[in-house]
């Protein structure tokens, strides 16, 4: 299994530009989700979803979109990219079980100029 | 609203005990964890507790739970250079049956040679 992948690893982008994260999991998890990690401030929920078409807003959707259009895929699109979305995105997935483990890929560190 | 609270930075010598601490909110939290983040890389889960046990041990790793106080901390013994990175805690409200986690800021885990 090669877990939670996610393209690119590093990106810069010009404001209003648009773009999509991809993400990608091979463990037939059902959940999903997207974060943005900024200093000091943790871990913020961008938007997640429970199953295939079903998505829903976390803490901080504004100027993200998500689709689930299959278990495995789960990408993040900045429609038009600001400064104030600079951040490192982390998608994860988790299984259902006891201890719902939490999976994450290894980061989209993105620059908006 | 749900909210995780961590103190941002703890430094130890080699070979010393490190605690770092952790409160939240949600009292009907039923399962907490302990993620860690190594410089570039995303998280990877340490250990959780579920929220009826006191206290969970696994290797050089001890978690206390006190539910009264809302207060989780995570201790290491004899801490190496290899256990620097960012700890996070996070926890999975009762009402979720989504996967959804909440993390706090992250402490920053410096040690010293």
């Known amino acids: 299994n090669a877990g939670v992948t996610q393209t690119p690893k590093f990106q810069v982008l010009k404001t209003g530009q648009s773009m999509t994260l991809q993400c990608a999991q091979d463990?037939?998890?059902?959940?999903m989700s997207w974060y943005r990690q900024d200093p000091g401030m943790g871990l913020r929920l961008i938007h997640y979803s429970v199953g295939a078409g079903i998505t829903d807003q976390g803490e901080v959707p504004n100027g993200y979109n998500v689709s689930r259009s299959t278990t495995e895929d789960f990408p993040l699109r900045l429609l038009s990219a600001a400064p104030s979305q600079t951040s490192v995105y982390f998608c994860?997935?988790?299984?259902?079980?006891?201890?719902?483990?939490?999976?994450f890929g290894p980061g989209t560190r993105l620059t908006v100029l | 609203g749900e909210d995780v609270e961590q103190s941002l930075f703890l430094s130890v010598r080699e070979g010393d005990s490190s605690v770092i601490n952790c409160t939240y909110t949600?009292?009907?939290?039923?399962?907490l964890y302990w993620y860690k983040q190594e410089p570039g890389a995303g998280l990877q889960l340490l250990t959780y507790i579920f929220s009826n046990m006191d206290m969970k041990q696994d290797q050089r790793l001890t978690v206390l739970l006190n539910k009264k106080d809302k207060h989780l901390s995570l201790r290491i013994a004899d801490t190496q250079t290899g256990d620097s990175a960012i700890y996070f805690c996070?926890?999975?409200?009762?009402?979720?049956?989504?996967?959804?986690?909440?993390f706090g800021q992250g402490t920053t885990l410096q040690v010293k040679p």
């Open positions: 949600d009292s009907s939290s039923t399962y």
């Open positions: 463990m037939n998890h059902e959940y």
């Open positions: 996070a926890e999975r409200g009762g009402s979720s049956n989504t996967g959804k986690l909440i």
């Open positions: 994860a997935s988790t299984g259902r079980g006891s201890y719902n483990e939490q999976f």
